[in-house]
């Protein structure tokens, strides 16, 4: 944890896992954390795409959670607009590691989510995008992508462990209640009414 002030999108949905027997905190969509303690991240995507960054040497990382919006004004909304939001979610993460201590010229990158799991959504191809947006954010920073699981049709459950830069992911196979796809849909909902201020696979 830090004693930096919190910004409205910095998590701060703290708990003991008692099953990874350590400190961790919850990421929701629309939200981002960081830290240069030993402690776990855990988020849940959807559609969502999140980037686990860290510096390599140090070990202070973070996570983000974004969905780019959708314009429902027009169904051809052209991604440099829409990605906006990417951009500001990756801005907020990669100032709050620098204030940490973190050095740009060492961070990596782990990238996770983009599942096709909203079928009605209004616009059928929002993980393709947010896919199509976050590769292409961190090429352009010169940030390299040491690893990823994106897109298919699963939501994914992400574990991410700062200090050694370990991610554990889980695919969830069969989603039993409509929790992550109403939280989903209402952050876009939340986003478009205002402007912007299975198996464990290792990483």
């Known amino acids: 944890m ?21 400190q961790a905190v919850k990421v929701l969509p ?8 030993e402690e776990m991240i855990v988020t849940v995507l959807g559609s969502c795409v999140s980037v686990c960054l860290r510096d390599s040497y140090s070990g202070i990382g973070g996570l983000n959670h974004f969905l780019l919006p959708h314009d429902r004004s027009s169904r051809d909304t052209p991604l440099a607009e829409s990605a906006r939001y990417g951009v500001y979610a990756m801005e907020l993460l990669i100032n709050h590691l620098l204030k940490l201590g973190a050095m740009r010229h060492r961070f990596e990158a ?9 079928k009605d959504f209004t616009f059928a191809n929002v993980g393709e995008r947010n896919v199509e947006f976050v590769l292409a954010h961190l090429k352009n920073e010169g940030i390299p992508i040491v690893a990823r699981d994106l897109l298919n049709i699963y939501p994914r459950k992400v574990h991410f462990f700062p200090q050694t830069g370990r991610v554990m992911l889980k695919k969830i ?9 109403e939280r989903e849909k209402g952050y876009l909902r939340q986003i478009e009414r205002k402007p912007i201020s299975g198996a464990i696979d290792l990483f």
């Open 110 to 118: 782990k990238v996770f989510g983009g599942g096709k799991v909203i």
């Open 30 to 37: 629309g939200e981002y954390y960081a830290t240069d303690s």
């Open 173 to 181: 196979h069969s989603l039993h209640n409509a929790t992550l796809i």
């Open 2 to 22: 830090n004693n930096f002030e919190i910004d409205p999108h910095f998590s701060t949905s703290y708990y003991y896992d008692p099953k990874f027997e350590t």
